[in-house]
Every structure is written in C-alpha cells, then in structure tokens.
C-alpha cells in the first residue's frame, strides 16, 4: 500500500464515551478519581497536573467504587469472576463497592455467572451491587457496556483490545493473557503506567484497597488519560470525510 495511503488515528474509542472535546472523558474521570483516591493523597501532589488536564475536582464522585472485570464472549475467564466475588463478598453485600461483569452477548455465558452467584449466595446482589453487562446483540451489549465504563473506576481485564480503554482515564488491572499481541498490550500499559498485574484474584479483599488507599490506582487514570491517544473515533470520520483522504491506487 502506498505511504500517502496510511493515516495515523490513534485508537477508535466511542465516541459515547469521549465527548467532541474530550468533555465526556474528563469528567467521568474527575469522578473516578475521588473514588480511588479517598483519602486524597494523589490529589494533594498532583493537584497542578490534574487541573491542567482535568479542570476542578467535584466534591463527590456521582456514583459508588465500581470495578468492572472482563469475562469475555467466550467466558474464558470465568474463574477468576468467581474468585473475585468470594473475596470480596462482604464488601458486595455492604455496599462498599460494586462489581460488573462484562458478558458479551452469549446466553451460555450469562447462565454460567448466575448459576455462579447463586452458588455463592450473593443472587440478592445482581442490579444493585453486581451488574451484569450483557445484550441480546453485539450492539446492544457494547451501547451497555459503554455506559457501564462511565461509572467505572476500575477495568480488570486480559490485555486485548479493552487495553486502549486506558485512554478515558481508566486504569487497569491485568488479567493473564492469551497470545502474543496481548503480551505486547501489556508492555504498553506498564509502561505507561496505567496498569498493574492483578494480585491473586483469591485475597482481592486485601490488595486492592492497599493500591486505592495509596493513591496508585488514582495516578494510573491519569497516566492513561494523558498519554494514550482517545480522539482515533473523530480523526478517523475526518479522513473519510476529507477530500485529501481519499485512498489512491
């Protein structure tokens, strides 16, 4: 293909989700970092920096500690959702944090992590603490999930494709992954500082709210918002609709 014929974006993230001058993005990510940052430890160093990229802090975050984990189309990583909710069961059931998990579009998928729930008595729990994101379509679950990223503070994920999620201020927590391009995403993230290696998902209870007391997970939204390009979506509608983007044989 011809150089003239190859036009760097950046990634093509919803639009739903950033908004025409990134306004969508920066506030979902002023929210989230009240959310991971409670005792105000990042915000108190970085305050310069989060101003300049994000603008005034509200006084409250619009919604609860979410974190949402990944399972999958094919549910591959089912386990680890069920150890998740073991460890933090307590915590689910007080209302301390919320738990989302990503299902796709796959009944068998959605009928596995209820036969799950209900196994670990935590049933009650689905639509108020535990949310599952699944669509009777592939369109139906991805305008689902893109709304449920809004009030996420936290992505747990295999390194795939959801990696470049890390550009609306998400930080994420690193799932084992599947194949090389995942390993190469999972270079990428650390690097960035946007993402860390998920600690053993059985003791969940005891690592995460070391990393958001510390203000880790805060500084890793941040470092995701600012380094990784969130504008492919409206760079790509651009080009199309360029005269001077027209692809030449």
Known sequence: MPQRNIFQTGYPLPKENIGLQQEIAQEDTKNRLLNLDPKGRYRELYEPLIKKYLGP?????????????????????????VKIVKSLKNKIKNGEIKVAFSLGAKEKVKENIL?????????DQI??????????????????????????DVLWTKPSELSFYTALGLPIILAPTIGSQEESNRKWLLKMGSAIPQGDPNYTHQWLPDLIESGWLAEAALQGFIEAEKMGTYNIEKIIQSSKGKIQN
């Open 115 to 123: 036969k799950q729930l209900t196994c670990l008595k935590v049933a």
């Open 127 to 152: 639509n108020k603490n535990i949310i599952l994101i699944f669509g009777k379509s592939i369109n139906d679950y991805f305008q689902q999930f893109n709304q449920a990223l809004r009030t996420t």
């Open 57 to 81: 802090l509200p006084k409250t975050s619009n919604h609860p500690l979410t974190i949402c984990f990944a399972i999958g189309g094919a549910g591959a990583q089912s386990d680890i959702a």
